[in-house]
């Protein structure tokens, strides 16, 4: 593939412009950040979290929704924020302020460089497809469920910005990855001198993700790489892989590349698992929609 091949511009331009307008990427909003801070200290209640949400009425919305929707099957009607708060757990709270702000943060861009709906619909059910992982596999039951779906909703966060801020070069990438069916991130890397997961890192700093998140954003694709939370990379690596598997890409077929020896030494993941896994999956690609119109 040549360098000079989208746009007339080589990579290294490609990479400057789109490193300088990644400058302009908007902060999140205070009470997200704020919200982010609170759920990751000890000495928060969900009192402190619920008075947080209660400052912003549409998210209110959103998470009474949620907490008495059929995604959560919770037998009970919920009225309250703070009982939401404690049914659902910090880290669930997490996943719907941070993926609520996020799909309105880009939802207006006229020109997207892929289909949004499936962009999200990817996300939805790699997320559900971490939380099952995490139940299923007994060495990762440490970890909490909930860390991994928020992690599997953000994992490709970086094919949002991209779409962002570089939507016509990143419109030729993602159309030649698909009609050489090659991994978009190997593309990215060579048309645009950047992956969707290098930019796990920028968001990271920008937004003072936590650790978990930032993890799972920037090592998705390459566990091995991981220094730390090795059974998070490793859960939303082999998640992306089966959803991907299950037919739900950015287009038919869009493939990315399995770390299999690394999901069977770290999760003790084996071709059973795989199978099991998948048929779980057609359960959640119903439950995705749901979520998803909830949360926009
Ligand atoms: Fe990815
Ligand atoms: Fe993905």
Request: hydrophobic content about 40%; charged content about 25%; proline content about 4%.
């Amino acid at each position: 593939m040549s360098d000079s091949s989208i746009n007339g511009s080589t990579k290294n331009e490609r990479y400057r412009r789109f490193i300088e307008q990644i400058d302009n990427l908007p902060s999140l909003p205070s009470i997200v950040s704020r919200l982010i801070q609170v759920v990751n200290s000890p000495d928060t209640s969900a009192d402190d979290a619920a008075k947080l949400i209660q400052k912003d009425p549409a998210l209110t919305t959103k998470m009474l929704r949620l907490a008495n929707s059929a995604f959560y099957g919770i037998p009970r009607s919920i009225s309250s924020v703070s009982s939401a708060v404690v049914i659902l757990g910090f880290n669930t709270i997490r996943s719907l302020v941070l993926s609520a702000s996020v799909m309105k943060m880009f939802s207006g861009s006229k020109k997207p460089a892929f289909d949004k709906d499936r962009f999200w619909k990817h996300s939805i059910v790699c997320a559900l497809a971490a939380k099952t992982i995490v139940r299923q596999f007994i060495n990762v039951r440490m970890m909490d469920p909930e860390s991994a779906f928020c992690a599997g909703i953000l994992h490709d966060i970086g094919k949002l910005i991209f779409s962002e801020f570089a939507g016509d070069d990143y419109q030729e990438v993602c159309a030649f990855a698909r009609s050489n069916n090659l991994p978009l991130l190997e593309v990215e890397r060579r048309m645009l001198g950047i992956g969707h997961s290098d930019i796990g890192r920028i968001l990271a700093d920008k937004w003072a993700l936590p650790l978990d998140l930032e993890y799972a954003l920037v090592f998705h694709h390459e566990p091995k790489n991981a220094d730390n939370l090795l059974d998070l990379v490793t859960t939303v690596h082999i998640a992306d892989v089966l959803t991907h598997q299950a037919g739900l890409g950015l287009w038919d077929g869009e493939i990315t590349p399995p770390e299999w020896d690394q999901g069977s030494s770290v999760l003790r993941f084996g071709e059973n698992d795989r199978e099991h896994i998948l048929t779980l999956l057609s359960d959640s690609i119903e439950k995705s929609g749901e979520f998803i119109d909830i949360i926009k």
